[in-house]
C-alpha cells in the first residue's frame, strides 16, 4: 500500500525571485509533495505584520515550472494564513521558510519575516522551520545551507515535533565542507544599538534612516551567536508564547 508523500508548504521573506529559496524548494522536493506561495516582492523586516487595509492579491506564477506556485502582495504571514486556507484548503504536513538572506539570530527573530512566517505555522500547530544564512548577497552560495537543511527536514519529519513550537536554524557563511555540524543553542541576549541618519531631501525636508551595531551582550557558549561563531549551524526552538513565567509571581504580588 502507497503512502502519501508528506504536504510541504514553502515560503519566505525575500520574495518568490530569491535564490534563497529556489534553493529551499529544490531541498524540499525530496521529501514531498511542494506548494510554494512567497511575497511578488522583498518582506523583510515586516515581523508578524499583516495586511487589513488593502487587498491582498494571489498570482499564478509559473517560475518553479512543474510545481504549484502563487505571488501574493502581502506580508510573509499573509502568505501563509492564504497558502493554509485558500491555496491547500487544509494544513501541511511541514512549513519551510526561508532560506533567508542574512542571519536571523538572537533577537532578530522579532523583527524577521522569514522566522514570522514560521511562528505563523506554529500557531496553526503545523511542524514549521526558518531557515537562514548568514550572509545577505543575493549571489550567495547556498550549498552548505541546502546541506544542512536537508538534515533537519529529514529528522524532523522523523520524530515527533513539539507542539507550538517553530525552528530557527541559521547557517553559518562557510564552504559546505567546512561546516562542522548543527548545534542546539538558546537564543543569544544581543541587540541592535540602534541610531538614525538624518538627511535632507528636496525642498530641506529631513527624512532618517535606521542605522546601528549589532552587540553580542552574551557570552555563553550555549547561544546560536556562539555557535555560528564557531562555524556550526544553529537550531533554536522557538516558541510564540511570549509570557514571563518567572515573573508571575512577582507582578501579583504588586496587587495584592
Not at 149 to 161: H, T
Not at 191 to 199: P, Q
Request: aromatic fraction near 8%; glycine fraction near 8%.
Amino acid at each position: 500500500m502507497a503512502i502519501d508523500k508528506p504536504l510541504i508548504f514553502v515560503t519566505n521573506d525575500d520574495g518568490i525571485f530569491s535564490k534563497g529559496i529556489q534553493s529551499l524548494v529544490e531541498v524540499a522536493t525530496r521529501f514531498g509533495d511542494v506548494i510554494i506561495v512567497a511575497p511578488d516582492k522583498p518582506q523583510s523586516g515586516m515581523g508578524h505584520a499583516i495586511t487589513l487595509n488593502q487587498p491582498l492579491r494571489l498570482n499564478k506564477d509559473s517560475i518553479f515550472k512543474d510545481l504549484e506556485s502563487y505571488t501574493c502582495s502581502g506580508t510573509p504571514v499573509d502568505c501563509v494564513k492564504l497558502g493554509i486556507y485558500e491555496v491547500m484548503k487544509r494544513k501541511p504536513d511541514l512549513l519551510l521558510s526561508g532560506i533567508n538572506h542574512g542571519e536571523n539570530i538572537s533577537t532578530n527573530v522579532l523583527y524577521s519575516g522569514t522566522m514570522s512566517a514560521a511562528v505563523e505555522g506554529a500557531m496553526e500547530n503545523i511542524p514549521s522551520i526558518g531557515f537562514s544564512l548568514c550572509d545577505f548577497d543575493s549571489e550567495a552560495d547556498f550549498s552548505g545551507a541546502k546541506k544542512i537543511a536537508a538534515q533537519v527536514i529529514e529528522m524532523v519529519l522523523k520524530n515527533q515535533f513539539p507542539s507550538n513550537v517553530c525552528l530557527n536554524v541559521n547557517i553559518p557563511k562557510l564552504p559546505e565542507n567546512e561546516i562542522k555540524g548543527i548545534k542546539i543553542a538558546r537564543q543569544a541576549n544581543a541587540f541592535w544599538d540602534d541610531r538614525f541618519e538624518k538627511r535632507t531631501e528636496q525642498f530641506n525636508r529631513p527624512y532618517y534612516l535606521l542605522a546601528g551595531d549589532f552587540g553580542d551582550h552574551d557570552h555563553g557558549d550555549d547561544t546560536d551567536i556562539h555557535a555560528i561563531q564557531k562555524g556550526y549551524a544553529s537550531i533554536v526552538p522557538t516558541q510564540y508564547d511570549m509570557t514571563s513565567y518567572s515573573s508571575l509571581e512577582i507582578v501579583s504580588s504588586w496587587f495584592k
